[in-house]
């Protein structure tokens, strides 16, 4: 996925006037210091400071563009929705929306599925999604095994509270 190419248009208007100008100022900044109009020190700290701030820009553009594909996607290809919504909690990890979105996906998928979770296949799946652990299934009945938040987590939600006892 090319965060990049796609930051534009998630931008409001407001925040994509400062993301252009913060980028006009960068790129003016060799030719001001070059010129003895700014100090080298005042330069970095300049090129410093908005470089920062631009990076936040970005990186809040890269989010609401993975939570909106997310959405969109939501009813058309649950399973690229699903990646969109690991991709914003990996870009903003602090932001609900992300976590939100990922929820209802696989609400949604378990309401759609009768109750039976759909596995994703491991090489779709990122580093930092839910995964359904080992065996969460009852063997007899082929349903769920444990709490809902235990299937959430798998085993490893089981194997703590074991470990806590």
């Known amino acids: 996925m090319d965060d990049r190419a796609s930051i534009g248009p998630r931008l409001d208007p407001k925040r994509r006037d400062e993301w252009t100008g913060i980028n006009f100022l960068l790129g003016e900044m060799d030719g001001l210091?070059?010129?003895?109009?700014?100090?080298d020190e005042s330069a970095r700290a300049i090129v410093e400071h908005y470089s920062a701030r631009r990076d936040d820009l970005e990186r809040a553009g890269r989010f609401a563009e993975a939570v909106t594909r997310?959405?969109?996607?939501?009813?058309?290809?649950?399973?690229?929705?699903?990646?969109?919504?690991?991709?914003?909690?990996?870009?903003?990890?602090?932001r609900p929306e992300g976590w939100a979105s990922g929820i209802a996906l696989l609400r949604r998928a378990e309401e759609f599925h009768g109750g039976q979770n759909e596995m994703?296949?491991?090489?779709?799946?990122?580093e930092r999604a839910i995964d359904a652990g080992e065996k969460p299934h009852d063997a007899e009945n082929f349903g769920p095994v444990g709490a809902a938040s235990a299937q959430f987590l798998g085993n490893k939600q089981i194997q703590q509270a074991a470990a806590a006892d």
């Open 120 to 126: 994703l296949e491991a090489e779709k799946m990122g």
């Open 33 to 39: 210091r070059s010129k003895g109009l700014i100090p």
């Open 70 to 94: 997310a959405r969109d996607l939501a009813v058309v290809s649950p399973r690229e929705a699903l990646l969109w919504s690991a991709r914003a909690r990996e870009i903003g990890p602090d």
